[in-house]
């Protein structure tokens, strides 16, 4: 069974520019989550998807961040216009669908590294 | 609001040596806990994972937690620390009903010959 990948794995852009990000999450997987570490401090949530839906994005930062799903599978999260301080790693996540009080485990890609000169 | 502390920013140890990573958590139901590594250039691998019964719960890579109402607490350890161990780790709990992971800072682990 293939893990959660994530694509590219580096990306240095210009402030002002626009990036966008994919992940591909564990086949079967109806939850997608992105994360995001900032200059060594903790990983941030960001949003979740179930499926196509967007679930909480309260941890988008703001507009500048979009995030789709479309069918349900992979998921993009465009960054437009990037600014200094979006640099960082962001991770992406899945994990199958659970009734309430499932156990929540997430299965991590290799994050892609974003940095913004 | 749920948090999670892990207070050691860096550690190092010898190898051979016994190792213990600390983690605290602040959440108001019974928590779901885990601990990540992550090897440089490598994502975050899984080490293990507490959400109810034995306290004391065994992962991947010689890799256990002891889980401690009274303390909030979830540490790591491994009694006998090997090269290949020098990584950043997380500690992280996770809201069931909201469906995120909320995380430590990490700690790195350095390893000396």
């Known amino acids: 069974e293939a893990g959660v990948t994530q694509f590219p794995s580096h990306s240095v852009i210009e402030k002002g520019q626009t990036v966008t990000l994919r992940c591909d999450p564990i086949?079967?997987?109806?939850?997608l989550y992105w994360y995001r570490r900032v200059m060594g401090k903790e990983i941030k949530f960001l949003l979740h998807f179930v499926k196509e839906s967007k679930q909480d994005e309260s941890g988008m930062p703001n507009n500048r961040f979009l995030a789709e799903r479309t069918g349900g599978t992979y998921s993009t999260l465009k960054v437009q216009p990037a600014e200094l301080e979006d640099s960082g790693v962001y991770f992406c996540?899945?994990?199958?669908?659970?009734?309430?009080?499932?156990?929540?485990?997430?299965?991590f890609g290799p994050g892609t590294r974003l940095t913004v000169l | 609001a749920q948090s999670v502390t892990q207070p050691d920013i860096h550690i190092t140890v010898s190898e051979g040596a016994s190792l213990e990573l600390r983690c605290n958590y602040s959440y108001g139901a019974t928590p779901y806990l885990f601990w990540y590594v992550q090897s440089p250039g490598q994502g975050l691998q899984l080490l293990l994972k507490?959400?109810?019964?034995?306290?004391l719960v065994q992962g991947i890579k010689g890799f256990e937690a002891e889980f401690k109402r009274s303390q909030s607490s979830f540490n790591l350890r491994k009694p006998s620390v090997h090269w290949s161990d020098a990584a950043e780790y997380f500690c992280a709990v996770h809201n069931t009903n909201a469906g995120k992971s909320t995380f430590g800072d990490g700690t790195t682990l350095t390893v000396k010959p």
């Open positions: 996540a899945s994990s199958r669908y659970e009734t309430s009080g499932g156990t929540g485990t997430q299965y």
């Open positions: 507490y959400f109810s019964g034995d306290t």
């Open positions: 086949s079967g997987h109806d939850n």
